[in-house]
């Protein structure tokens, strides 16, 4: 029964066709099309965010009905080659359909790559097959496999400034799919003050939408009282600080936030923002572009604002920018993989962004 499953459904699927996606409503789409039965055996979801892969792969789960007994998940970094395979080649008493789940598949040793590239080139799982990666290389044979053989998501790597303005307006769905309305302006600040990680905006509005049940339009006051911001007025004069090169008071700011029980994570994540929208508003002003395409970037940057940003980034200058950029990821990739202490890391950080 099992066996005679795969094989009737998986003829179905017509390989060797390039199918390949990049957003979730896509994505989505193509698995109410194909259902019931033109599922490929394979799939791939591709991305950093961890929000918008758990997303992607509780879709592929809930399409392919998969119950608790159905789903196995392996890790990428840890796997054994043999104890894999043993598993893809196994028969489960409890489901018809097994799905076999590798995270992290860019970690995969060379032997274990190989392996699964000989059986996916046989055509014949017997089971669903998907791997989730944080980056896959294109011009690879694995790579390529995947995209002959089966369904890719991945999803692109925005810049800051392009993700702020995707998760605005992502927050204004999630309003309207609770038949409540939230303004752009109020959804920018909103976003500003939790910072660029989707899943902590998502819990952020489950809580507002939670505590607004009676309310069909929210205010700012009521996303202030509800939700858990990153002091976001601190945060300002951090990066005020930081391109005024006023090391004093950027020591100050930094270390009354790290007391504060702020994250020292998301703060540097809140400053790459920073720099990399300054970095764009640099380009855009050294190019001649007039006010009007640069609020259609940042339509949160107009008049003093602008004229402001625009000093800033001016005297800072390029050739700082591009220089805090590279200090600023060299610290998040300290931070995660060494002992150092955040106060440590901060103020290190402080003395390379206003040097």
């Known amino acids: 029964m099992f066996y005679n499953y795969f094989t009737t459904n998986f003829k179905n699927f017509k390989a060797g066709s390039v199918m390949r996606y990049d957003n979730l409503r896509a994505f989505e789409k193509h698995l109410k099309g194909a259902a019931p039965s033109h599922f490929s055996p394979l799939y791939a979801v591709i991305g950093k965010e961890s929000y918008q892969c758990q997303k992607a792969i509780s879709l592929l789960e809930k399409a392919l009905c998969a119950d ?60 669903y097959l998907i791997f989730q990666a944080a980056t896959l290389a294109r011009p690879t044979l694995f ?44 959804c920018q600040r909103f976003v500003k003050g939790v910072g660029l990680d989707q899943q902590l905006i998502a819990n952020e509005l489950n809580k507002l939408f939670s505590f607004t049940l009676d ?42 936030l790290l007391q504060e029980g702020h994250p020292f994570l998301p703060l540097i ?28 970037v940042f339509p949160y940057m107009k008049g003093h604002l602008l004229e402001k940003n625009f000093i800033q980034v001016k005297n800072y200058g ?3 920018l591009l220089k805090g950029l590279l200090a600023i990821d060299q610290t998040e990739l300290t931070l995660k993989n060494s002992q150092i202490k955040e106060s440590l890391l901060a103020e290190q950080l402080i003395l390379q962004l206003t040097t």
């Open 143 to 186: 790579y390529k496999l995947l995209e002959k053989e089966g369904v890719i998501l991945e999803f692109a790597d925005l810049k800051p400034w392009e993700k702020e303005r995707q998760l605005i307006e992502w927050a204004g769905r999630q309003a309207a799919k609770q038949c409540k309305v939230i303004s752009y302006a109020i």
């Open 68 to 127: 608790d007994f159905a789903l196995t998940s392996w890790d990428g970094a840890e796997v054994r080659e043999e104890e894999l395979m043993a598993d893809l080649s196994a028969r489960s008493f409890f489901s018809d359909k097994r799905l076999i789940l590798i995270k992290q598949s860019e970690k995969l040793k060379k032997s274990t790559q190989m392996a699964l590239e000989a059986l996916i080139k046989k055509g014949s799982l017997p089971c």
């Open 269 to 296: 994540r809140q400053l790459r923002s920073q720099f990399s929208t300054s970095l764009q508003l640099w380009t855009m002003l050294a190019e001649g572009k007039e006010e009007a395409a640069i609020t259609e």
């Open 215 to 256: 309310k069909k339009e929210i205010t700012w006051q009521e996303v202030e009282n509800i939700c858990t911001m990153n002091h976001t007025d601190s945060i300002w004069g951090l990066n005020e600080a930081i391109f005024t090169k006023n090391r004093y008071t950027a020591f100050k700011l930094i270390g009354a």
């Open 318 to 320: 390029k050739e700082s």
